[in-house]
């Protein structure tokens, strides 16, 4: 029985490591846990204690870095970034857009590009 767990934690700590390294991949932690055999529940608790944030606000911070380091240094389109991010659709990305930043992304858009320009 000890050997089962053992194996099922090693599992989680794969898990985990594929979710911190595959972030961009748009999988749910369901599809991740269905993958390595373990149980959501269990992923999800294992990942919010070893990084200290749930598996979902830890996407969302790798996004909005990736996002903000991607208009800061060039004009991209919304659904490049979306397909980049791996968004179910265009829709998506820019609901998750607005509800992550609290504005709409040209909007957002339009913030880095005046950074830019008044360097």
């Known amino acids: 029985m000890v050997k089962r767990k053992s194996g099922q934690f090693s599992q989680i700590r794969l898990a985990i490591a594929h979710i911190k390294s595959h972030w961009q991949e748009g999988k749910s932690l369901k599809e991740i846990a269905a993958t390595y055999r373990v149980d959501p529940g269990n992923l999800a608790?294992?990942?919010?204690?070893?990084?200290?944030?749930?598996?979902?606000?830890?996407?969302?911070?790798?996004?909005?870095?990736?996002?903000?380091?991607?208009?800061?240094?060039?004009?991209?389109?919304?659904?490049?970034?979306?397909?980049?991010?791996?968004?179910?659709?265009?829709?998506?990305?820019?609901?998750?857009?607005?509800?992550v930043f609290e504005i709409p992304f040209t909007v957002l858009r339009k913030q880095a590009t005046d950074a830019r320009h008044s360097r």
């Open 45 to 99: 608790r294992a990942f919010r204690v070893q990084e200290s944030m749930t598996e979902k606000k830890f996407v969302d911070m790798k996004r909005a870095e990736y996002i903000r380091q991607k208009l800061s240094k060039n004009h991209v389109l919304g659904y490049e970034l979306a397909d980049e991010l791996g968004f179910a659709s265009d829709f998506a990305f820019y609901r998750w857009v607005r509800r």
